[in-house]
């Protein structure tokens, strides 16, 4: 390990992925054994994309109660869980196997044509596993973007607006090379966000690195993952290896 960089939230870098992959594993599993001791049960929101997926894998073969464990997503892209841009058919390739199979999983794509049809039914059905109790796993795009909250996206001033109350929101991205053509979304808001005990945001690359750096330090804060910076002090952990 690098380092740690003192902020009002945990910052920590990593010489290399491999013990950025440990680290975060053990952190998640003793965050979820935690709950698990004090509450019996808890939830754990993942995020997709090529970052966590070893994360997942190493978290799968940790013995835990994972039958009391209920994963759900951060967001989604608004394709059937069969598409290779599936985040639930990530988790299920990755999480939930070996131990972790037992573990209860809630998606967001539903047959509804339109996520923007969809957002009242999935914010119900998520209350069902929403609670305070909850871990959530962040990544971050090279255009600043967290979960699915996209610059200039349809939807992102609802999304990241501390007074809205619903857990999720619908996403019309415009499209550019991170968004590729997934441009219909569903993501947490920052209030569910908010209402997690723990938040991780794994990234990796140096330039994702510059963009948290810049965040940190007062700049940027246009973008979207500048309003990860607005959560309780040390309720964010920020993981980072080149």
Aim: glycine fraction near 6%.
């Amino acid at each position: 390990m690098v380092g740690t960089i003192v902020t009002m939230h945990t910052y920590k870098c990593f010489s290399d992925r491999e013990l950025l992959y440990h680290t975060a594993t053990d952190k998640i599993a003793a965050l979820l054994l935690e709950s698990l001791n004090s509450n019996q049960k808890t939830s754990l929101f993942l995020s997709g994309g090529s970052t966590p997926g070893p994360v997942y894998q190493a978290l799968s073969e940790r013995q835990l109660s994972w039958q009391d464990v209920n994963v759900g997503l951060v967001d989604e892209r608004w394709v059937d869980s069969e598409n290779h841009g599936s985040n639930a058919r990530l988790i299920q390739k990755t999480l939930l196997t070996n131990y972790a199979v037992a573990a209860k999983f809630l998606g967001m794509k539903t047959n509804h044509k339109t996520s923007r049809s969809a957002q009242a039914s999935v914010s119900k059905s998520y209350q069902r596993i929403s609670s305070k109790n909850a871990i959530a796993i962040l990544g971050m795009g090279t255009d600043g973007h967290v979960c699915s909250w996209f610059p200039d996206s349809d939807g992102l001033a609802a999304a990241v607006d501390p007074s809205n109350k619903n857990l999720v929101q619908s996403i019309i991205a415009q499209k550019s090379d991170v968004t590729g053509d997934y441009l219909e979304r569903m993501t947490l808001t920052y209030g569910a966000i908010a209402a997690c005990r723990s938040v991780i945001l794994i990234i990796t690359g140096e330039a994702k690195k510059k963009i948290i750096d810049s965040v940190l330090a007062g700049f940027d804060q246009n973008l979207p993952v500048a309003h990860l910076m607005g959560l309780r002090p040390n309720q964010l952990s920020i993981f980072y290896a080149p």
